[in-house]
């Protein structure tokens, strides 16, 4: 016997041996060692001696005290070798032993279902083996992962708090309620799924009008301390947008319709009466790290149509935040240069010699395992090797800029996968496209995209084509 074999012993009465006989040779069979009078009780030991060493032996793990009718009424009379064992059991149990030893394990039911239990260990929590069902089997398992300590259910580590308590000066609770109420919706009410996605949208407008920059700090410092802040709602967004995907609801048209809306509310002057180019900058940093985030998450469940959608969308943006005039662009107006982080947070930091540090920032903003490092960077990416094949022809800026793609150091699988005929057509809805040669025309026919790279690296943000060759595309089942 080595150190890791369970041992345990088996308390019974005679009106149910050969069953109990049954159940020590499937437990020596799953690898537990068996104390049984059958088995270790030989003639001329002392029957009681016999009794009270295996049931205070220290390396018994479990003792199995099998319940019957025969076994409960002896027990419960102290009569017998069931009594003198009742004795010794019950003073162990009321003592210092641990608690979980002992084990009822019920054999037999009166004519009205109730389990047959001695008194001293009736309020005990019991495995049910009195049935020869498929109930049986359930509770067989139960008791040997009890003899294993290898419980079914396993309480999780302690994680640690949330972020969102340290850094919630927002009050974001009704949109986490909303977020429930969404990803709770089923039928086909209408009124009520557009009723809970412009509470939605309200909701998520108004509070991130809440997120201004504090005016007891400078505004270097401020707008890292008003970004680490916007972390908790860019989270809540991410769960607002898996709520649409598990609900069914519409997802492009509802997150275009969000997106549009708060980059139009959040870049608002008209009260101010002007404005600077880093006025915004907190919103600016904002939505485009909502967009990738929602790449990401688009990609990560496979809603390709969706997201073509999402990225063929025309926006309808305010480009003069001094009026309400409204301007066809496309997404890349949503990526922007954020002047602060890059020109006065950087050189004051820790590592001033950074390629980007508001790229560094983006991606070590994770929401595991959804949003991570990779998947992050690797959305960014998507967003810059897609957009010159949309042929985008708003007044959008002419590019979208992947500033984050040195932080990406895995392959991409996603366009790898398209050597299968399978995952072309699954990820065709992508480029809009429904066949594996429309896939290969609008991937290999587009104009080659200026290449994105930092000055004084030699590492670019990659083509799709730098990650699979035309005629691999389709070539496998």
Not at 111 to 136: N, V, W
Request: hydrophobic share 35%; net charge negative.
């Amino acid at each position: 016997m080595t150190d890791a074999t369970k041992k345990v012993f088996i308390s019974y009465s005679w009106a149910v041996q050969e069953r109990v006989i049954e159940l020590a040779e499937r437990l020596i069979a799953n690898g537990i060692d068996v104390i049984l009078d059958v088995y270790d009780l030989k003639e001329g030991q002392d029957k009681y001696a016999f009794m009270e060493q295996s049931v205070n032996d220290p390396v018994v793990d479990r003792v199995l005290i099998i319940c019957d009718k025969t076994y409960t009424e002896k027990a419960n009379s102290r009569n017998g070798g069931v009594g003198d064992e009742t004795a010794i059991i019950s003073s162990d149990i009321y003592g210092q032993v641990k608690q979980e030893k002992f084990i009822p394990i019920i054999f037999e039911v009166d004519e009205e279902g109730r389990a047959y239990c001695p008194s001293y260990i009736k309020s005990r929590i019991y495995i049910d083996l009195s049935s020869e069902d498929d109930r049986y089997e359930v509770e067989y398992e139960k008791l040997i992962r009890n003899i294993y300590e290898k419980p079914l259910y396993k309480k999780p580590a302690i994680g640690v708090k949330p972020e969102w308590l340290e850094n919630d000066t927002v009050d974001l609770s009704s949109i986490r309620d909303l977020i429930k109420q969404v990803r709770g919706y089923v039928g086909e009410n209408k009124s009520k799924a557009d009723f809970l996605l412009r509470r939605a949208t309200d909701e998520f407008v108004e509070a991130a009008k809440q997120y201004t920059l504090p005016k007891d700090k400078p505004k270097d410092d401020g707008l890292l301390q008003v970004i680490d802040q916007l972390k908790g709602y860019r989270d809540l967004f991410i769960d607002f947008c898996e709520a649409l995907v598990y609900s069914a609801m519409p997802v492009s048209e509802t997150i275009a319709s969000l997106i549009e809306r708060l980059y139009n509310e959040l870049h608002d002057a008209r009260e101010k009466g002007s404005y600077g180019d880093t006025d915004f900058e907190q919103y600016d940093f904002l939505i485009w790290e909502l967009f990738i985030s929602i790449t990401a998450t688009m990609l990560h469940y496979e809603k390709y149509a969706e997201l073509y959608d999402l990225l063929t969308n025309t926006y309808f943006l305010r480009i003069n935040y001094l009026d309400s005039n409204v301007h066809a662009c496309n997404y890349s107006e949503f990526r922007p240069y954020i002047r602060t982080i890059e020109e006065v947070c950087k050189p004051k930091s820790a590592e001033p010699r950074l390629l980007t540090l508001t790229g560094k920032i983006l991606v070590e903003r994770e929401k595991k395992p959804l949003l991570t490092r990779e998947s992050i960077s690797n959305a960014d990416i998507v967003l810059y090797q897609l957009y010159p094949l949309f042929k985008l022809s708003t007044n959008g800026n002419d590019q979208w800029y992947p500033i984050s793609f040195i932080y990406h150091r895995e392959s991409q699988t996603i366009w790898q996968k398209l050597k299968s005929k399978e995952n072309c057509l699954k990820i065709a809805p992508l480029f809009g496209v429904h066949t594996i040669e429309e896939l290969k025309s609008i991937i290999f026919g587009a104009e080659p995209i200026e290449k994105i790279r930092y000055a004084h690296s030699f590492e670019s943000a990659p083509y799709i084509p730098n990650c699979i060759k035309i005629e691999e595309i389709g070539s496998l089942k």
